[in-house]
């Protein structure tokens, strides 16, 4: 096995017991990147001699009995975290010049815990849709099949993972930035609760939404960098103070006879070899001691229309800020699909308007809201596709307005109402892309829907296979 | 449905030219058509939700510390003077 094919948890122990340096471990990713780089494009930046540098510091702090936990790590950092002094553009034209004074609080925490970073992943531009083909920048490409597209916003993150450039990603998602690209890459996404992990520093995109979290090769991993990521923030007032948890622990207590729900709302219109890959998967789950019940969610089409308002709405209101003057370059630097979103956000703000859209919305999000916490009565977690396609060819998204809402169509409802959720590869389609589903939980229950992630990987293989690059 | 697609970009404070306003406003259209369906559901008797978590009046503490050194703040500005970001003057004499 190669370095940079190890998991965060193999690297680690790997590192520990000297078996490998980390500037090993990084030349080894860094190698990994230049040779697959050109197929993926993965990266929007790259801080290779920085990383061997942080590298050498680590392997002296590894001599010295140093045990953080994501100490010697290589990792990517999606482009829309700001961070101090390396360049932060958010794939967006408007930013391309745009250089951080200080560092996100979500790259502040990776970077106290050890890790090293190797470079800012590519994205829509401003997280602006599903496919990372919106980014100004220009495509990421999808490991498994470089014709298709490697979903996004997360698209570089999720890539650059399942590449093995990088042993893990920090992304963000807004409704499906994470799961989506996960999904379609085959690799682990984990979306906290609202409010789990700090938005200081992030790119804003919508901010009743916006949820960063970690792209993994491994559900422990996801469990370990939860754990280095979640918590109260002072400088983002809508962080929870509710204490995270030992989210690796917790992954190996034993859970038995939880109750999965399972809506047909979710599976209507969906790939028929998705459909089948989860049911495969939810026997699976039956075998491990659980029981699969059907309830009905709201029709997951509301949830499109509730999403696009509100995402549109702060869009416009979050990217009023750009003008040119302070940082960056001026508003007639937005790419295509940053003018549609604002265009309609400003319209559905406007004056006469903001009743029938904004807080229709709003309202209709409460109703989804209660859904979700009518359903977590009746059962511990709810299993679904991913997404309703396994990744769909370059050039999907053009001239498409609705392309991400509709890709997203399964991860939109929970994202509004905030609840956390997890997506994990499950099969395999004829044509050789991952297929993959989302567990979601109630508010602030990582540690169910990654435990119950966890149980399925142990008794799968799915997660051992690379793409042939 | 009709969009005074000129009159939201004006607030969007977005330089637009025709062609694009032309391809924006079809899309806008387009997009609200399906929003639209979201008067099949009633609302009448809902409270709008706007914090998921249940957080309300979030203080921070009333304590001054360090901000951002002048230089750092101002390094990514176009243009400076003696300290200060240089704009464009919007008054005429």
Request: with cysteine; hydrophobic share 40%; charged share 25%.
């Amino acid at each position: 096995m190669k370095l940079y094919e190890l998991t965060i948890t193999e690297a680690r122990k790997g590192l520990l017991e000297k078996n490998f340096s980390a500037r090993e471990l990084t030349s080894a990713c860094l190698e990994r990147i230049k040779a697959v780089e050109p197929k993926l494009h993965a990266f929007v930046t790259l801080t290779g001699e920085q990383a061997l540098e942080e590298a050498q510091k680590a392997d002296t702090l590894l001599g010295s009995g140093d045990v953080r936990p994501l100490l010697g790590i290589p990792i990517s950092i999606k482009d829309n975290f700001c961070t101090n002094g390396v360049r932060t553009t958010a794939s967006s034209n408007v930013l391309r010049n745009f250089v951080p004074p200080y560092d996100a609080t979500v790259v502040r925490l990776v970077t106290e815990a050890g890790a090293i970073r190797l470079g800012k992943t590519n994205m829509d531009a401003f997280a602006h849709g599903s496919s990372t083909e919106a980014s100004d920048f220009g495509p990421t490409r999808n490991p498994w099949n470089i014709e298709r597209l490697p979903g996004g916003s997360s698209g570089g993150a999720a890539a650059s993972v399942a590449a093995d450039e990088a042993i893990a990603a920090v992304g963000s998602e807004t409704a499906g930035s994470i799961r989506q690209p996960a999904a379609w890459c085959g690799v682990v996404g984990l979306k906290p609760t609202y409010g789990r992990v700090s938005r200081y520093g992030v790119i804003a995109m919508a901010s009743s939404l916006d949820s960063p979290g970690p792209i993994t090769k491994s559900v422990e991993d996801a469990a370990l960098m939860l754990e280095v990521l979640a918590g109260h923030d002072p400088m983002d007032a809508t962080t929870s103070p509710l204490p995270p948890k030992p989210y690796r622990k917790l992954l190996k207590e034993k859970r038995e006879n939880l109750t999965i729900g399972i809506s047909d709302d979710y599976f209507n219109g969906v790939d028929p070899e998705i459909v089948a890959a989860v049911q495969k998967a939810l026997q699976e789950f039956e075998r491990l001691g659980h029981k699969v019940k059907k309830i009905k969610l709201f029709d997951p089409q509301y949830a499109i229309a509730v999403y696009t308002i509100l995402q549109r709405s702060e869009v416009s209101s979050n990217l009023a800020r750009y003008d040119g003057i302070r940082y960056g370059f001026g508003r007639d630097a937005f790419g295509e699909e940053a003018q549609r979103r604002i265009m309609l956000g400003t319209y559905s703000l406007s004056a006469g308007y903001y009743d029938a859209y904004y807080a229709k919305a709003q309202k209709v999000r409460t109703l989804i809201v209660e859904d979700f916490e009518r359903a977590f009565q009746e059962v511990d977690v709810v299993i679904g596709p991913t997404t309703p396609s396994t990744a769909l060819p370059v050039g999907s998204s053009k001239d498409h307005p609705m392309f991400g809402e509709i890709s997203d169509v399964l991860v939109e409802a929970s994202t509004i109402a905030g609840l956390p959720g997890i997506s994990i590869c499950c099969g395999f389609s004829k044509e050789l892309l991952p297929i993959s589903m989302q567990i979601m939980g109630p508010y602030f229950m990582e540690d169910l829907i990654l435990n119950l992630a966890y149980q399925y990987e142990q008794v799968t293989d799915w997660s051992n296979r690379k793409p042939n690059l | 449905m009709e969009i005074n697609v000129e009159h939201v970009a004006k607030l969007a404070n977005l330089p637009l030219d025709e062609k694009r306003l032309e391809i924006l406003g079809k899309q806008l259209t387009e997009t609200l058509l399906y929003i639209d369906r979201l008067n099949e559901i009633p609302t009448e008797d809902v409270e709008p939700t706007s914090q998921v978590t249940g957080l309300t009046n979030v203080m921070r503490d009333d304590t001054v510390s360090d901000s951002l050194p002048q230089q750092a703040a101002l390094e990514n500005a176009p243009d400076t003077y003696n300290g200060y970001i240089v704009v464009n003057a919007i008054f005429e004499e």
